[in-house]
């Protein structure tokens, strides 16, 4: 069997939206909805916060969330990434085989959903497996500006008019981020060339970065 430690990041500092990974949603805090379905995982062993913030810590641990250290303070900035974060908190609790990122502004990602994307790497036999989804909006009718002109972001020989000609393109959604310890160790991404897809529906892979993102979670939680 292999062990499997599960992730949840949540600082405290968050310009976009301040106090966002524990303000009510659907009744009860946003951090709560991740922990919630990461419980019920029938692979994750173990489950832990990596956080700086007392605040966000008494709320996890109401929710049985396990806080084996405070995240260092320089791993809490805007400059720290969440592989910052995880790399710590690997070297904090040893001796598991995998590790799974569940970021806390995903509260629409279900128990399936992470232990598809667990099952996936260990199906596979591969390191890495990260959930994606269709995006809304194709980049293949995306442009950049060049001097206030319109410049096609991927060129292509013939310009397709109908969705449904426009090759699959896949969008990271943020929901789950599973890897071999070792691997992540030695790479410091979950993304390289070998990293499987996990595809979620857009329904559940909205990912809370503004306040038109956590009104529609709100809605969609609560109905």
Known sequence: MHKILAVI??????????????REIGGKPLLAWTI????????????????????IINIAKEYGCDVPFVRPKELATDDAT?????LHAINEC????????????????????IDGCIELVLKEKTDFS???????????WMYTLENGNLK????????????????????????VYVANV?????????LT????????????????DTEIDFKICEYLLSN
């Open 130 to 140: 990260v959930t994606v989804t269709v995006p809304e909006n194709s980049p293949y």
């Open 182 to 190: 070792k691997a992540l160790c030695e790479q410091k991404t979950f």
């Open 36 to 55: 919630e379905e990461a419980k019920k995982s029938k692979y994750i062993e173990r489950i832990i916060l990596s956080s700086e913030d007392d605040e």
């Open 9 to 22: 990041p949540a600082r405290g500092g968050s310009k976009g939206m301040p106090r966002k990974n524990i």
């Open 193 to 208: 060339e070998t990293t499987k897809a996990y595809i979620m529906p857009h329904s559940r892979s909205f990912d809370i």
């Open 94 to 113: 040893k001796g598991y085989d995998y590790v799974v990122l569940l970021q806390p502004t995903s509260p629409l990602r279900t128990v399936e959903d």
């Open 82 to 86: 969440s592989v910052d974060s995880i």
């Open 152 to 175: 096609a972001l991927i060129q292509q020989d013939n310009f397709a008019t109908r969705r449904q000609d426009l090759p699959k393109a896949y969008a990271l959604n943020g929901a």
